[in-house]
């Protein structure tokens, strides 16, 4: 087993047998993540891992969004155990950076907080520990507020209401 298991579970990730040689792929209706071992720990290395495994996503999540689903892919390269170069270092940010396709995350099992620390901070193997939003709607008839808003819309029209919001988002406090 991988070291995601504790993380996958729980978001409802299921293993995809369609990996690619040598990674490990998981699934759901809102996600793709690879997990790839980046050879060595030099710049080419991990650009040829992330352009050859970000093809298989991209091709991967074409394939999800073919229904019109939104899917989001997550491409993890780990690093193998070591020190690591300023220069794979910069490669490393140039990666996390790029979300062209997917997002990507460079895990370094030298670092200090450890694999787990570094997974916990990919968006989608984090959900289980965000905590839940209550939030209780009022029933009936909507607040005087919401009336004197829809009335406004109603005389002025959405393209003045955006001007508005544009104007106050600009800091022109005269537009409120």
């Not at 690879?34 to 080419?44: G, I, M, N, S, Y």
């Not at 919401?146 to 959405?158: F, K, M, N, Q, Y």
């Amino acid at each position: 087993m991988t070291r995601l298991s504790p993380f996958i579970g729980p978001v409802g990730l299921q293993v995809d047998p369609a990996a690619p040689a040598g990674a490990e792929a998981w699934r759901s209706s809102y996600a793709r993540v690879l997990l790839v071992q980046v050879p060595a720990a030099t710049p080419e290395a991990l650009r040829e891992a992330w352009e050859r495994n970000e093809s298989w996503l991209a091709a991967a999540l074409t394939d999800a969004e073919r229904d019109g689903a939104r899917v989001d892919g997550y491409l993890l390269l780990q690093l193998p155990a070591g020190d690591v170069s300023i220069d794979v270092e910069r490669e490393a940010r140039v990666a996390e950076l790029d979300v062209h396709v997917c997002r990507k995350a460079v895990l370094r099992p030298a670092e200090d907080a450890g694999i787990d620390a570094a997974l916990a901070r990919v968006p989608v193997l984090a959900l289980p520990d965000a905590p839940p939003v209550v939030v209780e709607a009022p029933l009936g008839d909507p607040p005087d507020a919401a009336r004197r808003i829809e009335a406004w819309l109603a005389a002025h029209g959405v393209e003045a209401a955006f001007a508005k919001a544009c104007a106050w988002a600009g800091g022109d406090d005269e537009a409120r």
